[in-house]
T-cell receptor, first 115, second 111 residues
Framework: NAGVMQNPRHLVRRRGQEARLRCSPM?????VYWYRQLPEEGLKFMVY????????ESGMPKERFSAEFPKEGPSILRIQQVVRGDSAAYFC?????????????FGPGTRLTVL | GQQVMQIPQYQHVQEGEDFTTYCNSS?????IQWYKQRPGGHPVFLIQ?????EVKKQKRLTFQFGEAKKNSSLHITATQTTDVGTYFC???????????FGRGTSLIVHP
C-alpha cells in the first residue's frame, strides 16, 4: 500500500526557469493539498484540489503559481519564472474524504533550490 | 484570519526529562491535529482531538484539547533520543477543511 509519492525529491532551477512538482496521492484518496515550508518554519497552505477541480487556492500566490489535478495522473504544482524566494520544501498531502475530521497523509516533499 | 501560535519554538532536554509543547488558537477550533516531523523528513500524523476537554494517550505521549477548544498541548514523559523532531499542531475552524499549522516546536534530546 504505497503512501503519497512526490517527485522529484530534489529540484534545482536557475532563476527564470520553470519548476514542475508532482504528487501522486494514496490509493483511494481524491483530495490533495499542497503546502510550502521554509526553513525552520511551519507549513503554509497553498492549494486544495479534488480530481479536476480546484477547491481552495487562497494560499497560492496569484502570479507564477498554478496547480492541477487531472482526471488521470498526478497532481502538479507548477512554478513559472522561479525566483530565489521560491526555494523551499513543497509538501503534498492527500486525504480520503475532504472533511474536517480527515487525516492528511504527507508525501516526502520536493526540496526546490533556485540558484 | 485564523492564527495558531505554538510555544516554545525550541526545547532542549536531557534524555529522561519530560517535554511539553503548547498550541493556542485565535478562534474556536473544530478539531486539532498533531504531527511530528523528523529532521529532513515529512510531517507524520500523530493524533486528532475533536471533543472539548479531550485527553488521549499514546504510550509516553499525552494530548489534551482545552475546554474552550482554543488550546491544546502535547506532553512527552521521559523523553528518548527517538523523540527528536519538530512537533506541529494544526487546527481547523469555521467549517474549513484546511488546517492552519503552528510554527512547530523543535525538540532536541541530549543523551
Amino acid at each position: 500500500n504505497a503512501g503519497v509519492m512526490q517527485n522529484p525529491r530534489h529540484l534545482v532551477r536557475r532563476r527564470g526557469q520553470e519548476a514542475r512538482l508532482r504528487c501522486s496521492p494514496m490509493k483511494g484518496h481524491s483530495h490533495v493539498y499542497w503546502y510550502r515550508q521554509l526553513p525552520e518554519e511551519g507549513l503554509k497552505f497553498m492549494v486544495y484540489l479534488q480530481k479536476e477541480n480546484i477547491i481552495d487556492e487562497s494560499g497560492m500566490p496569484k502570479e507564477r503559481f498554478s496547480a492541477e489535478f487531472p482526471k488521470e495522473g498526478p497532481s502538479i504544482l507548477r512554478i513559472q519564472q522561479v525566483v530565489r524566494g521560491d526555494s523551499a520544501a513543497y509538501f503534498c498531502a492527500s486525504s480520503p474524504r475532504g472533511d474536517f475530521t480527515d487525516t492528511q497523509y504527507f508525501g516526502p516533499g520536493t526540496r526546490l533550490t533556485v540558484l | 484570519g485564523q492564527q495558531v501560535m505554538q510555544i516554545p519554538q525550541y526545547q532542549h532536554v536531557q534524555e529522561g526529562e519530560d517535554f511539553t509543547t503548547y498550541c493556542n488558537s485565535s478562534t474556536t477550533l473544530s478539531n486539532i491535529q498533531w504531527y511530528k516531523q523528523r529532521p529532513g523528513g515529512h510531517p507524520v500524523f500523530l493524533i486528532q482531538l475533536v471533543k472539548s476537554g479531550e485527553v488521549k494517550k499514546q504510550k509516553r505521549l499525552t494530548f489534551q484539547f482545552g475546554e474552550a477548544k482554543k488550546n491544546s498541548s502535547l506532553h512527552i514523559t521521559a523523553t528518548q533520543t527517538t523523540d527528536v523532531g519538530t512537533y506541529f499542531c494544526a487546527g481547523s475552524s469555521g467549517g474549513s477543511y484546511i488546517p492552519t499549522f503552528g510554527r512547530g516546536t523543535s525538540l532536541i534530546v541530549h543523551p
